[in-house]
Every structure is written in C-alpha cells, then in structure tokens.
T-cell receptor, first 112, second 120 residues
Framework: LAKTTQPISMDSYEGQEVNITCSHNNIATNDYITWYQQFPSQGPRFIIQGYKTKVTNEVASLFIPADRKSSTLSLPRVSLSDTAVYYC?????????????FGDGTTLTVKP | GAVVSQHPSWVICKSGTSVKIECRSLDFQATTMFWYRQFPKQSLMLMATSNEGSKATYEQGVEKDKFLINHASLTLSTLTVTSAHPEDSSFYICSGSTLRQGRTGANVLTFGAGSRLTVL
C-alpha cells in the first residue's frame, strides 16, 4: 500500500480556492487516488477519485500529474463549512480487499 | 448513493461490560466491511477487515478476542468490545466498499457515522 504524505494543516479564508497536495511516491500501476472529508465526530465522506490527469465533480477537482506520484485536491471558493480534515488514500481497493491506510490527513481551517 | 447506518452513535458503559456496535449497509451489499478506531485529533486506524461468512482479518496489534467481529449477512457487520476498559474509549467507525456509480475498477469506501464509546 502506498504511503501518503500531506501537510498537517492549512488555513484559508472564505471565497478562496484551496489546493491540498498529497505525495504518494510508491503508487502502484493499479492504484487509484481517493480523497475523503471528515468533520469532527463523523465518519469520513467521499469527495473525489481519480487515476490520472484531471477529474472534476460538483464539489472539487483532482489534478494528477503524468507520473502520478502526487495529487492535488482543489476546492473552489471555500466556505466556513469546508473546515474539516481531508484524507488522501491510495490503493486498488477493488482487488486488495479494500484495504486502505489512512495517513495523517490535512486539517483545513476556513476563516471568515 | 450508498449509505451505511451505524449505531449506537454513542454509548457509555461500565468497565468490564461488553458493548456491541452494528453497521448496516442500507442500499448495497457489502461483501467486505472495515472497522476503524480513531482517537482524538488522530487519524483513522484500521482494526480489522470483516468478510461475510468468514472470520475477520485483524490488523497487527488488535486483539481479536477483545474486539469480536461478526459479518453474518451481506448487509450487517457487528463489532463487540468485550470486557471494555477505559483505554478502549474511542470513536469506532465502520465502512463498506462499493463500486463507483457508472465506473469500473475502483471502489470507494462508504462510512458509517461512527460510534463514540466511553468506558467509565
């Protein structure tokens, strides 16, 4: 399982774009990159998943360079409610019994 | 989308008693479910992988006799903390693995809301 490294914390202000980068140098060919969001005392929630290049959904974009050794979660125009911990997971959970290891995550604090 | 129901959301018990936490997949069949524990301001730690109809696979350092996992059906997995002690107080979270809608080859984890256990 690929080990991931993220910044421990980030601060931002409402309305700004936030980019959180995750390093995963040992990513395997079959691994996907998945980001989750967790609020205090709640289970994590799926945000976005990608394999390569760029993926966009209604809440975020995920940028993955050609070497796939890192990925960047982009949150457009954050609000106070985006204050949470964001986790980057790397793995091929369809074949590896779904086993994914959570890194330390990035605590994003959005200020007014 | 996929939903995992977990309860109780919080429980307080006396030291030495056992506590059962249930995790149900409401609109999908979860062949595999996972149990995590999370201490304050820390990340999730995988405790065990629960497979329907077979014994759970525990991570290193997790006592299988203390944390009993049963996965008797495709929609229900339970975690029983036996003879709980104050050091077992934690936030326990389950998840099921589901295929991304409209995509193949990459599953995602759907998590329950978590259960906060406090052992007095």
């Amino acid at each position: 399982l690929a080990k991931t490294t993220q910044p421990i914390s980030m601060d931002s202000y409402e309305g700004q774009e936030v980019n959180i980068t995750c390093s995963h140098n040992n990513i395997a060919t079959n691994d996907y990159i998945t980001w989750y969001q967790q609020f205090p005392s709640q289970g994590p929630r799926f945000i976005i998943q990608g394999y390569k290049t760029k993926v966009t959904n209604e809440v975020a974009s995920l940028f993955i360079p050609a070497d796939r050794k890192s990925s960047t979660l982009s949150l457009p125009r954050v609000s106070l409610s985006d204050t949470a911990v964001y986790y980057c997971l790397v793995g091929d959970i369809s074949t590896n019994a779904g086993k994914s290891t959570f890194g330390d995550g990035t605590t994003l604090t959005v200020k007014p | 989308g996929a939903v995992v129901s977990q309860h109780p959301s919080w429980v307080i018990c006396k030291s030495g008693t056992s506590v059962k936490i249930e995790c149900r997949s409401l609109d999908f069949q979860a062949t595999t479910m996972f149990w995590y524990r999370q201490f304050p301001k820390q990340s999730l730690m995988l405790m065990a992988t629960s497979n329907e109809g077979s014994k759970a696979t525990y991570e290193q350092g997790v006592e299988k006799d203390k944390f009993l996992i049963n996965h008797a059906s495709l929609t229900l997995s339970t975690l029983t903390v036996t003879s709980a002690h104050p050091e077992d107080s934690s936030f326990y979270i389950c998840s099921g693995s589901t295929l991304r809608q409209g995509r193949t080859g990459a599953n995602v984890l759907t998590f329950g809301a978590g259960s906060r256990l406090t052992v007095l």
